[in-house]
């Protein structure tokens, strides 16, 4: 039995985030798929706060949220580092990371909701990709040049948010608007840390958010959440 398990989501980005940093680091684990819509006793009893994928179990201790099972593998186990040694360099790789995880229910809502929400959202992802486009002028990394956990962080806006850009034919990160967000984009996906774990399935993902996308229509009698 393996000593490292992670509870997961296939199509999730922060289940991704987890397995991304356990191949970096050449960590052994067993992955194990949850059901969203019947959630197992392991992941009720690891996470019963929030009941919610990524878990993390090493030795039979459960840790939960994405970015805090990043920071915790980087301490434990040896292989590159995923955050920064410098001090400096640390503060400004949470910043962004904290920075982009707050916007998540803001992406998700902006692209796969309807009504009210989705237009809140809209407003609020053109306000980040501003800020973003900002701060990613002429830099293919977050910080210091070199992959780490803001990069990891990014997985949501820089792969994710193109599945539910084509699976809802909403569009806001456009050249036009956001040039210089548009060319780090197109670095990250093209960055050798990041082709090396893609996810593999991305037919498939595009078709769990195109079905998401339509559970969301107003014929819909039951959408997901």
């Known amino acids: 039995m393996a000593q490292i398990k992670l509870l997961g989501f296939w199509y999730s ?14 960590i052994e684990y067993e ?7 019947n959630k197992s006793p392991l992941l009720l ?34 292989g590159p580092s995923i955050l920064p040694k410098d001090p400096y360099d640390q503060a400004l790789a949470r910043f ?19 009504g009210e929400e989705h237009e809140k959202a809209k407003e609020e992802i053109c306000e980040m990709l501003k800020i973003l486009d900002n701060e990613l002028k002429d830099k293919k990394l977050f910080v ?15 792969l994710w948010m193109g599945f539910f850009e084509e699976a809802s034919g909403i ?19 093209n960055c050798s840390q990041v082709k090396e774990y893609l996810p593999s399935r991305f037919d498939e993902l595009l078709a769990f958010y195109q079905d998401r996308v339509r559970a969301q229509a107003p014929t819909s009698a039951t959408p997901q959440k």
Not at 96 to 114: G, H
Not at 144 to 155: H, L, Q, V
Not at 171 to 189: G, H, M, Q, R, S
């Open 171 to 189: 569009v806001l990160a456009t050249n036009e608007k956001f040039p210089n967000f548009c060319a780090w984009k197109d670095a990250y996906i």
């Open 45 to 78: 009893e690891s996470n019963p706060i929030y009941k919610k994928v990524p878990v993390l179990i090493h030795n039979g201790k459960p840790i939960c949220n994405s970015m805090v099972i990043l920071e915790y593998i980087d301490e434990i186990f040896e």
């Open 144 to 158: 210091a040049n070199k992959f780490g956990y803001a990069d990891m962080a990014a997985n949501l806006v820089g």
């Open 96 to 114: 962004w990371a904290k920075f982009l995880d707050d916007k998540v229910a803001a992406v998700v809502n902006a692209f796969l909701r309807k």
């Open 13 to 26: 980005p922060f289940t991704h985030r987890v397995e991304w940093a356990l191949k970096i680091k050449g």
């Open 31 to 37: 992955y194990i798929e949850e059901d969203r819509y």
